[in-house]
């Protein structure tokens, strides 16, 4: 481990007993230069036994503080959050390749998840129920789960990161957090901010490895009773069968292939700036990032050339310059697998419009245009800087492109009608649909997931509390 807090030690379960049984070391290696910037020690079966017997043990001992006192912890760890600002931007820049920009809204909305947390802590309401037996009074109360996992991708590592823990502490369960071996460093350093925010040891762990090795040891443990995952499909649907086999409460945010739906009324103003920065922010390394744009057959003509030029246009360079759009791709193994998939698509007959190279570590935001339903390119996340554009003729044409496939996470659509508007919301099976806004788009408090291949249950500050208690009835003669 590279931090050396006390605090920090006893919240991510490393002591020295569980150390003398690790496996292996965690190296992590930063996407702008290949340099070293963390080492962790990988845990085992044998570790993850110990943090969950520790996150059980404070669950118990801590499960009956107040709401007053919960909401303090996050509160205080929000301020904390904001204080060590510069801390947190920094790791995110050199540990992701995040431009610093990307980075800053990250933070934000990290530090609104654990506000909104707070407010959750005073609304987890139970019920009175009628009951047919004379003077007896009939409650539905909510408690705890206990132990709960949360399991974070490289690419929101901090807003994963509270949004897998701060409805879990608020709601009164332990924590035990996995981040992607890609970018762990951010969960080390929250567990010092809840440390220092007065969350009592041991109700917040953090382990760290290769999930691929590890991780159906802590998704099977009988003592974990939900886990959130953030991720791949093809991960989310293993980790769902795994909970499913033991009656696990589980919550999955998987990928998503996200068209944005351009009506030939859209205020093409409007439209190029939020389809550029859907497709290429964070180089398209995010769940709802836009990979497919569908354009009305009258607008094909005025918009895909102001695309392209936007495209070209995006900035490249020092990822701490607020104006650096275009960064690295997170490892030399998903550049060579995304120009990969372009050289395919390409060989498949799609047409590049605009990038498809490689520059530096990361790739030119490529837009490729006559995308064929069985290309593969149209078929799966590419999870990189790539827009496919399409054309559409009607309304019922775009809403059967715009939902063709398996996936449901995100969808925007553009139009000066709101009729127009609501009438694909509606049948959109996109989970969260934007009205002249782009594809990604992401608040604390409201209900945030993907429906088919793009997830199960919802995330958010209200909404989370359903997935983390459980009802009881308890009646009174």
Request: aromatic share 4%.
């Amino acid at each position: 481990m590279t931090e050396k807090d006390d605090r920090e030690a006893s919240n991510s379960g490393e002591n020295e007993n569980s150390q003398s049984r690790e496996s292996s070391t965690l190296l992590v290696r930063s996407p702008i230069d290949g340099s070293e910037v963390a080492r962790f020690a990988s845990a085992d079966a044998a570790t993850i036994n110990s943090v969950v017997a520790h996150a059980r043990q404070a669950y118990t001992r801590h499960r009956g503080c107040g709401p007053s006192t919960r909401e303090d912890w996050l509160l205080r760890s929000a301020t904390l959050l904001d204080a060590r600002k510069a801390e947190f931007l920094e790791r995110l820049v050199v540990e992701t390749g995040s431009p610093i920009t990307k980075a800053g809204r990250e933070l934000q909305t990290a530090t609104n998840v654990l506000r909104a947390a707070a407010s959750a802590c005073r609304h987890v309401y139970g019920q009175t129920l009628p009951s047919d037996v004379p003077d007896r009074l009939s409650l539905a109360i909510r408690e705890p789960l206990g132990v709960v996992a949360g399991i974070t991708p490289f690419n929101v590592p901090l807003i994963k990161a509270v949004k897998h823990s701060a409805l879990a502490l608020a709601t009164g369960n332990a924590v035990i957090l996995m981040p992607s071996p890609l970018a762990p460093s951010i969960a080390a350093l929250l567990a010092t901010v809840y440390a220092d925010a007065g969350v009592p040891a041991g109700l917040f762990h953090v382990i760290f490895g290769d999930g691929q090795k590890i991780g159906d040891h802590l998704t099977a443990h009988p003592d974990v009773q939900a886990i959130g995952f953030t991720g791949s499909t093809k991960t989310g649907r293993r980790i769902a069968t795994i909970a499913a086999a033991r009656g696990a409460q589980v919550t999955l945010e998987m990928g998503g292939k996200n068209p944005a739906v351009v009506m030939h009324d859209a205020d093409l103003a409007t439209v190029v700036p939020a389809i550029t920065m859907g497709a290429f922010l964070f180089q398209g390394q995010i769940c709802m990032s836009t990979s497919r744009c569908l354009v009305a057959t009258e607008l094909f003509d005025a918009l895909v050339p102001r695309l392209v030029a936007a495209a070209q246009r995006l900035p490249s360079g020092d990822l701490r310059d607020p104006a650096t759009v275009v960064g690295p791709m997170i490892s030399q193994q998903a550049q060579s697998r995304v120009l990969a998939e372009i050289r395919d698509a390409i060989d498949a007959g799609a047409q590049l419009l605009t990038g498809g190279e490689a520059c530096g570590q990361g790739i030119q935001p490529t837009i490729l245009m006559g995308i064929r339903p069985e290309m593969a390119i149209a078929q799966h996340e590419v999870f990189g800087p790539v827009l496919c554009i399409e054309r559409f003729t009607s309304l019922q044409q775009a809403i059967s492109l715009a939902n063709q496939g398996p996936y449901g996470l995100t969808a925007s659509i553009f139009t000066a009608s709101q009729a127009t508007a609501m009438q694909f919301a509606r049948q959109s099976t996109a989970a969260m649909v934007h009205v002249n806004g782009p594809t990604i788009a992401e608040e604390a408090h409201v209900p945030f997931g993907g429906n088919g291949d793009s997830g199960f249950g919802r995330e958010g500050a209200l909404v989370g509390i359903e997935q983390l208690t459980r009802w009881k009835w308890l009646t009174l003669g």
